[in-house]
């Protein structure tokens, strides 16, 4: 019987944060630890609950019968939106925006990222009704260190007689689910063998296996407590070898905002270390918005290295002064790949970093408080500028007034990047052709 490896065996060194032991120097990180997010979750819960069901009350219509109907519907229902959802209602494409773009990727998968904040029955709504594509599933996935299903992800398929994309779409941080803060602010890391150091709560999410690290296979007999639900890594990989056998000519993207922007990169982070070479040949590449900081500068030119050698895409989505793409701070965290920034205007340029990289950013703290006043204004002529597709509704209109006094929350709503998709050119900027794998070799 093969031995199970050691936890020395699975990364050479690791910072596991106790925030037992913080002294008041470090109140900031005890308040945000997750422990004490944990004994939030129950509270945080019932808050989030209680907006959404009232922001589905004065969002549903149809009469007086029809209203208690709906209101009284389960929450698994189609018509149900989460929160993050009532930030921004768009379900249509932009009809302007068709294959064969270069915006067309980017377009597609901001608006998958906005869907897989809500249920697995708006998003088959969704993609099947409205879309017209092939709806493949979205699932709950297992974390094996919190013990429970807390990553969801949506597949589907983008289909016609010229292209055959799958889409592979990690849901974001829902505002009031305690455990996805837990992965967000879980500061600790693993450092791997000549890859570098990862931040342990999005590798946590991502599947990573309790005393297993990232061995090519599940070990079911080492999980405790027993899994409920797959891991999300294997799951997937396991879906797309499927896939992908079935029609050679079928490639695949891999997307998210927010927390799935993180685990959108790790993801093929992951096939390149377990060198999974049908999924690296058919992967077309990797969009993320509002994405946090993932890894060490080693890391990050692992991945740099491997996109280059297999000819993948990483576009990294930042919209003006969005607060999550700025954390955790500069120090030993890093960004990496190409960073494609909209300012308030929606004006795209490629740059290196985002300006004031780090959110604490004393002269930044001017600059997004500035944003935040122009933002707010330019609410209220947005649907008179662009036209209803734009029109900004109330939640979104209360988090702009929060914005106000804690800048950058309002920039990292879906909103913005979907905006910036459709508003912003790219024209100039000379990205890599579209279809960039046509004719590899």
Not at 219 to 232: C, E, F, I, K, M
Not at 252 to 261: C, N, R, Y
Not at 312 to 327: A, L, Q, S, T, W
Not at 399 to 410: A, E, N, S, V
Request: proline share 4%; hydrophobic share 40%; aromatic share 16%.
């Amino acid at each position: 019987m093969e031995a199970k490896p050691s936890k020395k065996d699975l990364y050479t060194s690791y910072l596991l944060i106790n925030p037992k032991e913080a002294s008041l120097f470090d109140i900031f990180s005890v308040l945000f630890s997750r422990n004490f997010l944990l004994k939030l979750s129950m509270p945080m819960a019932m808050i989030g609950r209680t907006i959404v069901f009232l922001l589905n009350f004065f969002y549903i219509n149809g009469g007086f019968f029809g209203l208690i109907r709906n209101i009284m519907q389960d929450k698994k229902a189609a018509t149900y939106l989460s929160f993050v959802g009532f930030t921004d209602t768009r379900m249509e494409l932009d009809i302007n925006i068709k294959y064969g773009n270069a915006m067309y990727y980017p377009a597609l998968s901001i608006m998958a990222c906005k869907a897989a904040y809500n249920n697995a029955a708006y998003n088959q709504a969704l993609i099947e009704g409205q879309w017209k594509m092939e709806f493949l599933g979205y699932k709950d996935y297992w974390n094996d260190f919190l013990g429970r299903a807390d990553t969801q992800v949506v597949m589907f398929r983008d289909k016609s007689v010229d292209h055959d994309t799958i889409v592979v779409c990690f849901r974001g941080t829902q505002p009031f689910n305690s455990e996805d803060w837990c992965s967000d602010v879980d500061l600790s890391w693993y450092e791997f063998p000549h890859i570098g150091k990862v931040h342990s709560g999005f590798l946590k999410a991502l599947g990573m296996q309790n005393n297993a690290g990232w061995a090519q296979q599940v070990d079911h007999d080492s999980a405790h407590p027993p899994r409920r639900a797959p891991l999300a890594y294997y799951d997937i990989r396991d879906t797309l070898r499927y896939l992908l056998q079935q029609n050679p000519e079928a490639k695949f993207i891999v997307t998210g905002h927010s927390l799935g922007g993180a685990l959108a990169i790790l993801f093929p982070g992951i096939l390149f270390y377990h060198d999974e070479e049908l999924l690296l040949e058919r992967m077309e590449g990797v969009y993320t918005f509002g994405q946090p900081r993932v890894g060490d500068e080693a890391f990050g030119q692992y991945m740099e290295e491997n996109f280059r050698k297999n000819r993948i895409e990483y576009y990294r989505y930042v919209y003006c002064n969005d607060m999550v793409p700025r954390i955790p701070s500069d120090g030993l965290f890093k960004h990496f790949g190409t960073c494609v920034y909209y300012n308030s205007q929606y004006q795209a340029s490629i740059v290196e970093e985002e300006p004031y990289k780090n959110y604490l950013s004393i002269w930044g703290s001017i600059d997004m408080r500035r944003n935040a006043i122009y933002e707010l204004i330019r609410s209220f002529i947005m649907l008179t500028k662009y036209g209803a597709d734009y029109k900004e509704g109330w939640p979104l209109f209360f988090i702009r007034l929060f914005g106000l006094m804690i800048p950058g929350i309002p920039a990292h709503c879906a909103q913005d990047y979907v905006n910036s998709t459709r508003l912003g050119s790219l024209r100039h900027l000379h990205l890599h052709p579209f279809h960039h794998k046509k004719n590899r070799s």
